[in-house]
């Protein structure tokens, strides 16, 4: 990806806690041409791929997911915080690099042997991205590959995702 990319990304210190520098892609959703790109540039990667649908951890993982779920013409699963999923669900709880979280997905939302492709805006530690795949599995279905706008390099998310196809468009 362009490093002209990474103007459309501002970086907020101490947010959400002190310690941690959030690379917040608001400018980029605000500025036409950059959102644009950015979802074009992921849904050109992922053109040719065998997927089924695309799951996406809320909220700024479903802006980017959505998009592409239309632009492909596949189904879009939303994994959401627990208690917002109206529906019978399951749940995965794991390690944020600031706390502790857990994320649900509806029990129907994947088949056995479905191929999905995960998305999201930001690889860090790897945990929210872990925890979305095991989802996934545990309903029966493939993770194709997981996808992200933004890689933290230095807190080694991929080490978390061992053995899992990873593409980020901008690293940091």
Do not use: W
């Amino acid at each position: 990806m362009s490093e002209s990319m990474k103007d459309f990304i501002r970086e907020i210190p101490d947010f959400p806690k002190r310690g941690i520098l959030f690379r917040d892609i608001t400018p980029a959703l605000l500025d036409p041409g950059a959102f644009a790109a950015m979802c074009d540039a992921i849904h050109a990667h992922c053109m040719g791929m065998a997927i089924d649908k695309v799951a996406a951890v809320e909220s700024r993982g479903f802006i980017f997911a959505s998009v592409l779920a239309y632009k492909m013409g596949i189904g879009f699963i939303p994994l959401r915080k627990p208690g917002k999923l109206p529906a019978k669900t399951i749940q995965e709880k794991y390690a944020l690099e600031y706390g502790e979280a857990a994320i649900e997905m509806h029990l129907d939302a994947v088949s056995a042997g479905e191929r999905i492709l995960i998305l999201d805006d930001l690889l860090a530690t790897g945990g929210t991205a872990a925890a979305a795949a095991r989802l996934i599995e545990r309903q029966g279905g493939i993770v194709e590959e997981l996808v992200f706008l933004i890689e933290l390099t230095a807190l080694n998310g991929r080490e978390s995702l061992r053995n899992r196809r990873i593409f980020s468009l901008m690293a940091y």
